[in-house]
């Protein structure tokens, strides 16, 4: 995948909506081959409607979230924390309390080597 230099304006990116159990996601997304870049805000009480599969480097740029993976596990993630994972390595969803807004890297790139 070749990307030639480019900056991204988010203000000039649509927001989609996308429900979740309890609060909403709203998404700016821009795609490449491969490749998606969001950057997602979750409402307060946001709670994802499913366990992800999907690999994931989520970089928390305001805000609070906790990541709970299904075996129980729960990480807080604070305004300048990452987290990163590979397609099929975990169940895990996310949780607020509070508005929260994140960039989310995910593609080709994070799925396991055969």
């Known amino acids: 995948m070749n990307i030639p230099f480019q900056t991204i304006d988010w ?3 649509q927001t989609t909506e996308h429900k979740g159990t309890t609060g909403t996601a709203y998404w700016q997304t821009v795609l490449f081959d491969g490749l998606r870049i969001r950057k997602v805000v979750y ?7 499913h366990w992800c599969q999907k690999g994931h480097i989520v970089h928390c740029l305001e805000g609070e979230f906790s990541s709970e993976l299904e075996n129980g596990e729960i990480y807080k993630l604070t305004q300048g924390m ?4 590979s397609d099929d390595l975990s169940s ?3 949780i607020t309390t509070k ?3 994140l960039l989310i890297i995910d593609g080709a790139f994070l ?3 055969e």
């Open 82 to 85: 990452t987290y990163i994972v």
């Open 11 to 13: 203000d000039q990116i």
């Open 43 to 49: 409402s307060e009480n946001y709670l994802a409607d």
């Open 92 to 94: 895990h969803r996310s």
């Open 111 to 113: 799925k396991p080597k």
């Open 99 to 101: 508005k929260v807004t």
